[in-house]
């Protein structure tokens, strides 16, 4: 028993020097499997080989927490008789206990066991074999490997049943493994660290630096590599100017970005200095090293053009109108002229186009005017009912027979025609112009 006794102290001491818990125990409804070996002790009585025996075997428990939990073990011990020529003799011991862990948390923790079970002699051919129950209780150290896996020593005293004096004592040594249940990590010191001090930087502009023709209803932003505190942005720490002229506008900081929104749209053709002051601080309340400028320019104005589509309709165009008795409802021809030009009203509807109308030479100035707007009416209806466009985005005009010189201008169409024929047009036209866009 003192050899036993030796080697767990030993065992002992070397695990609390050289192995650490990762983890506190597992807590309730996890399983132990435990299998060990090491050396039992029979009482004299016995009269049984009484110097330490092999002894091997297996604990299977459940744990109802972190600390406390229950047990059944067998094991099995090969001694020899003192009388009956020293015969071979297996003794089984099987049992069941209740652990009781202290400072599941600690390195090492320790336990006790308490317990009660039988041992069963299986002796020679020739002699009965017989039982006998017991009473067991002792101490126990579990050192962690991992937060699944122990090494586990154990001593137990043995008393046996219906005896005064007879008593055994076991020492034994080996793995317990943890299944199921939940681990608490258990948190390792860790020497805090002042957290790093940035400096707000700019990292990106919108618009970038330099960048022309920029969209005159843009926002203005810069992006930081940190955090900014909203209240160091206001309108005298970010500014935009062209030139000495203030732009006014509202400027907020989101996490890492300033936005300047002008409260109009700026001029085209103008360069603009955007500036962040010293005075704009990060979250931990530091400052820009120094002033952050960027420019940008904005485009040039761009000149609307007049677009003038020109369609020259003959009297072969027009039929006659039972209603009025004049050449002026538009024929098969005359509509089939009209269709190629409907695509471009449909591809245009936010355009206004003036039809022009004309007639040949022939009649008073009063009725050819007359006929000349029945005849950009009836071009007018048409487009109404073929394309769909509003009827008041088409502006209907009779000119009769003379062509205004000034409609020559506008389209590159009619410079094509003499000069003679624009001051007066022989035979029946409609001039379409887009006048609006």
């Known amino acids: 028993m003192k050899i036993i006794l030796q080697l767990l102290v030993f065992t002992l001491i070397s695990l ?10 597992p807590t309730n409804s996890s399983l132990t499997l435990s299998p060990f070996f090491g050396g039992f002790h029979f009482h004299k009585d016995q009269h049984l080989q009484n110097n330490v025996r092999p002894f091997y075997g297996l604990r299977v428990g459940g744990n109802f927490s972190d600390s406390l939990g229950i047990e059944a073990m067998f094991g099995n011990i090969r001694t020899t008789a003192n009388d009956l020529d020293h015969q071979k003799i297996n003794v089984f011991r099987y049992g069941v206990e209740a652990i009781l862990r202290f400072v599941p948390s600690n390195k090492l923790i320790p336990f006790v066991a308490l317990g009660g079970g039988a041992v069963t002699f299986d002796n020679p051919e020739g002699i009965t074999n017989h039982s006998r129950g017991l009473f067991d209780y002792g101490l126990g150290v579990l050192a962690g490997i991992n937060d699944r896996a122990y090494i586990r020593a154990d001593v137990r005293h043995i008393i046996l ?63 930081f590599n940190s955090p900014i505190d909203p209240a160091s942005v206001t309108p005298e720490t970010f500014t935009l100017k062209h030139g000495t002229t203030l732009v006014r506008g509202t400027v907020i900081a989101t996490d890492n970005m300033i936005t300047f929104t002008p409260v109009q749209e700026l001029e085209h053709n103008t360069t603009y200095v955007a500036t962040i002051t010293i005075g704009v601080k990060g979250l931990t309340g530091i400052s820009l090293a120094n002033n952050y400028e960027w420019s940008f320019a904005t485009s040039p104005i761009v000149e609307k053009k007049h677009e003038t589509a020109l369609v020259i309709l003959d009297d072969t165009n027009f039929r006659l109108d039972k209603s009025t008795r004049t050449r002026s409802a538009l024929s098969k021809k005359g509509m089939n002229e009209i269709k190629s030009n409907i695509q471009i009203i449909k591809d245009n509807p936010q355009i206004k186009i003036s039809i022009i109308g004309h007639t040949n030479s022939k ?74 866009k």
């Open 16 to 25: 609390r020097l050289t192995t650490s818990a990762l983890a506190d125990y």
């Open 161 to 223: 049943a219906n005896s005064d004096h007879t008593s055994n004592f076991e020492g034994t040594i080996g793995l317990s493994f943890v299944f199921g249940g939940d681990v608490k990590a258990k948190e390792e010191a860790k020497e805090e660290r002042p957290a790093a001090i940035s400096v707000p930087i700019v990292v990106s502009t919108v618009p970038a630096n330099a960048t022309e023709g920029v969209g005159t209803n843009i926002k203005v932003s810069a992006n």
């Open 363 to 436: 009649g008073s100035i009063k009725l050819k005017k007359k006929l000349s707007i029945k005849r950009a009416n009836a071009v007018r209806n048409y487009l109404v009912e073929e394309s769909g466009i509003s009827q008041d985005k088409l502006v209907t005009v009779g000119y009769g027979e003379e062509l205004p010189t000034e409609y020559s201008a506008y389209s590159p169409s009619m410079n094509n025609i003499s000069k003679s024929k624009t001051k007066s047009i022989k035979g029946k036209k409609v001039l379409f112009q887009i006048i609006e």
